[in-house]
């Protein structure tokens, strides 16, 4: 019941976040832009969205500066380059559960980051996004 009620209330505040188009050009957040980074802690806290899901939200509803929703994104990825499960290393089974759920996290982020990138300024920030969009076609 609380999980249902955390998530009315994002669908609610996401519904009301200004389109990229109606934002200001300053950097200033609306009401509705601030209200929702706290309910995707909330939402987070109490089960509803997991970590990628939560920082996705971000990056797609623009809900923090190009370079700090990137930041979000490759922190929140749970496995590192070299680690990360890949279609010719891994195979789909039960027992390698963790993993291809971890390279399913890996690419749901790198395109979300990859997404943003037009707006990122900072140049190794660039430069580990297209190195995880490069890998993304051999995620899982």
């Not at 500066?65 to 990360?84: K, M, T």
């Not at 749901?108 to 660039?126: F, H, K, Q, T, W």
Request: contains cysteine; proline residues 5%; glycine residues 6%.
């Amino acid at each position: 019941m609380r999980a249902r009620w955390w998530w009315s209330l994002w669908v609610a505040c996401g519904q009301r976040i200004p389109a990229e188009g109606e934002r200001s050009a300053g950097l200033d957040r609306s009401a509705w832009q601030e209200a929702a980074l706290w309910l995707l802690g909330k939402c987070e806290t109490a089960g509803v969205l997991d970590r990628t899901e939560a920082v996705c939200e971000i990056a797609r509803y623009g809900l923090l500066a190009p370079d700090a929703a990137v930041r979000a994104c490759l922190e929140a990825i749970p496995v590192s380059r070299a680690d990360v499960a890949t279609r010719e290393t891994t195979p789909y089974s039960e027992e390698h559960l963790v993993a291809v759920n971890a390279s399913r996290a890996a690419k749901r982020l790198s395109i979300a980051a990859g997404a943003l990138l037009p707006g990122v300024r900072d140049p190794e920030l660039r430069a580990e996004v297209r190195a995880r969009l490069d890998l993304r076609p051999r995620l899982m």
